[in-house]
Structures are given as C-alpha cells and as structure tokens.
C-alpha cells in the first residue's frame, strides 16, 4: 500500500467523527482543487500536496481533544516517511490555517497550491453549506445584527468566540479572495466571492437586516 492510499484510509477514520462542514467530502473537493491549480504549477510536487491535503484538518482545533491533538503525529509516523519528507509535510500543513489572520507564510508553491485549494472550499456556494452546517453543528445564531465583525484578531480571540455564521463572512470569508497566492487559485475565487456578496445581498434584502 503506498503512503497516500494509507494515509487516506487513516483520515478517513478521524473526518468521519466531524460535522459536515470538515468532513471527508470536504477533503475530497480540496484535493480536486489543488490538482486543478497544480496542472498549472509544473514544478509542484503532487504527492506532498496530496498528503497534505489528506492531512490538514485531523488534528484541527475545532474538533480536536487534547488526545486528538496527536492525531496528525500518529498518521504521519505510520506512513514511514523519510525525516526531510515529514519536516516538509508538516510545514506545509501549518502554512495552510487562517488563524484569524495570523497566518504563518507559505513559503513553497506546494504550500501555496494547498491553502488556495483549502480556501476555495471555504467560499462560493459550498463555502456558504459549510458556514451554516458548522454553525448548526455548534448552535449559532444565523446572523446578529448588532453583532460587530472583528479585525486585528489574535489566534485566541478568533477561536475563543462564538459568533453568529453570517458574522464569519466579514470576519473571514470575504477576505480568502483578496488573499489567493497562485494565478490559477485568483481565478478560480473570483466567481466564488461574487456568489457570496450575491447571497449577502439578498439576505439583507429578504430579512431587512443591516448584517
């Protein structure tokens, strides 16, 4: 068995335990993603995004206790990489959360490549479902309208509140555009952030809401 067929059917075991909104299928869409935007990238190297990919939310804050927490260590040492391979693969991984805004830098077209594929699947209309499948899932309000969008956030406070799904939109999801690193990721958000200022629009219209 090769390390990505092992590695996906490790994950598989940890996505099943989470909501909709970081699911297995999140992970599969993902992956379409990065390949798309890697067959523009010639140099990128496709087996480390796949691992990363696979990767990237097992040991997520949102879902993870503190035994979860080594759920990324655990897999990654089953697959018996080599020490370079799982150095690399973890930085990437670490590149690829929004963190509030605390980003650490993507430093190589893999990690480039891997958190513009992440970040396409946070907008646009499947960006939208996840939202408010992963509000539903924690028992937030759909939307407050005297509910402030925060910047300049740090990483505690962005985690620490829990704040109505239509607030994440301003605080996170309007911003993933701008933020695209490769030519192929810009192109491919433009008409995913539409889709969302089209639905803001009209959710504004149909509740009389400022939000």
């Not at 990505?4 to 989470?18: D, G, N, S």
């Not at 962005?158 to 490769?182: I, N």
């Not at 089209?198 to 509740?207: A, I, V």
């Amino acid at each position: 068995m090769n390390s990505i067929h092992k590695c996906e059917q490790l994950v598989k075991e940890v996505y099943k335990h989470f909501d909709a909104s970081h699911d297995f299928q999140h992970i599969e869409r993902v992956r379409k993603n990065a390949f798309e935007i890697a067959a523009s990238e010639p140099t990128a190297d496709l087996e480390i995004i796949e691992l990363a990919v696979l990767l990237h939310d097992v040991s997520d804050p949102k879902y993870a206790t503190v035994e979860d927490k080594q759920e990324e260590d655990r897999i990654i040492k089953e697959l018996s990489l080599q020490t370079e391979r799982v150095i690399q693969l973890k930085t990437l991984i670490k590149s690829i959360s929004f963190n509030g805004g605390n980003e650490t830098a993507a430093d190589s077209i893999e990690a480039q490549i891997v958190r513009d594929a992440d970040r396409l699947d946070a907008i646009g209309a499947v960006g939208i479902a996840r939202t408010f499948a992963y509000g539903g899932a924690k028992g937030r309000m759909l939307y407050d309208a005297d509910e402030t969008p925060r910047d300049n956030m740090s990483v505690e406070e962005y985690r620490s509140k829990e704040t109505a799904s239509v607030t994440h939109f301003y605080e996170k999801l309007l911003k993933l555009a701008d933020g695209m690193l490769t030519e192929k990721g810009k192109e491919l958000a433009k008409e995913r952030h539409a889709f969302m200022e089209l639905f803001l629009q009209n959710l504004r219209k149909e509740t009389g809401e400022q939000i």
